[in-house]
């Protein structure tokens, strides 16, 4: 299990521009089907980025400040999840404000992972020989090699450049991006564990991607059940311990394992769990016989 603290979150480069900070708050498991990343977003001036897809899953959560814009005429406010699904585009986002939010990066359904920060910044480093990044696209200088693009989506050229070879998007399985509203859900209770309710918002695909909130009353505790793939949590109020390690507001925690969940005053978390595929719950269970 893994768990990070807000104030240890590192910077990194972001290929979308000088307008956002990023910090790394968790990391997957570089090169695995269900790698991942977690870091907030802190805006501060105008962003303009163009139309794009990714070929991996994202979610984006409003944490403080003003409304983050996917779109014409689509907001994330404080408080909602926009999910964007791989394969379905999303975008212009436009928009001028001062505000933090938190984003998660991971391997998708359709098997095409997800490339870690750290061979992502590496790419970038290589790609500077030939080219600058500049408001989400690069763009090349010099002769172009055949079939290259002059101008191409950051992400897109990284991507190829990374995997020598064309990045082929996945058909998408949702037409949109989908705005969530936790604060419009029930919470829901459970018998045997008085104190703790949920609100189980929902899940996707095939792999089955599920998003909840969990709420610990003050003085009480709660069971997180393992899923046979890993499970991301973020603390949105209060403090408490996950596994006996101590939580506090956007704290971040990770792992395949069950998580018991305390607080004393009273948390809140945001529950992710990824997609689940079956040769890692296969070996996982192993694992867990042995």
Request: neutral net charge.
């Amino acid at each position: 299990m893994q768990v990070a603290h807000a104030e240890d979150s590192t910077q990194i480069n972001s290929v979308r521009g000088k307008e956002r900070e990023f910090k790394t708050l968790l990391i997957g498991e570089d090169g695995a089907l269900d790698n991942f990343r977690l870091y907030f977003v802190r805006q501060r001036g105008a962003v303009d980025i163009p139309r794009h897809k990714h070929n991996f899953d994202q979610i984006r959560m409003c944490l403080e400040g003003g409304k983050q814009n996917f779109g014409k005429d689509k907001w994330i406010a404080p408080g909602e999840i926009a999910y964007f699904p791989e394969g379905t585009p999303y975008g212009p986002e436009q928009s001028d404000a001062e505000r933090l939010s938190i984003t998660l990066q991971f391997g998708g359904a359709s098997r095409n992972g997800f490339v870690s920060s750290a061979r992502l910044q590496q790419a970038m480093d290589e790609m500077k020989g030939f080219g600058i990044f500049e408001k989400g696209i690069f763009k090349r200088i010099g002769q172009l090699a055949p079939g290259e693009k002059r101008n191409q989506d950051s992400y897109e050229a990284i991507w190829e450049h990374v995997n020598k070879r064309k990045l082929v998007y996945p058909k998408p399985r949702y037409g949109e991006p989908i705005l969530i509203k936790p604060d419009n859900f029930d919470w829901e209770s459970a018998v045997e564990q008085p104190g703790f309710s949920q609100k189980n918002l929902c899940s996707f695909s095939e792999r089955s991607l599920q998003f909840s909130v969990a709420k610990l009353e003050p003085g009480m505790r709660g069971r997180q059940p393992a899923r046979g793939g890993i499970q991301i949590g973020f603390v949105l109020q209060g403090a408490g311990a996950v596994n006996g390690q101590a939580l506090r507001k956007y704290s971040a925690f990770s792992g395949r394992e069950e998580f018991a969940l305390g607080s004393d005053q009273g948390m809140e978390v945001l529950l992710i769990g990824l997609p689940v595929f079956a040769e890692q719950a296969m070996q996982q269970t192993l694992v867990a016989a042995e």
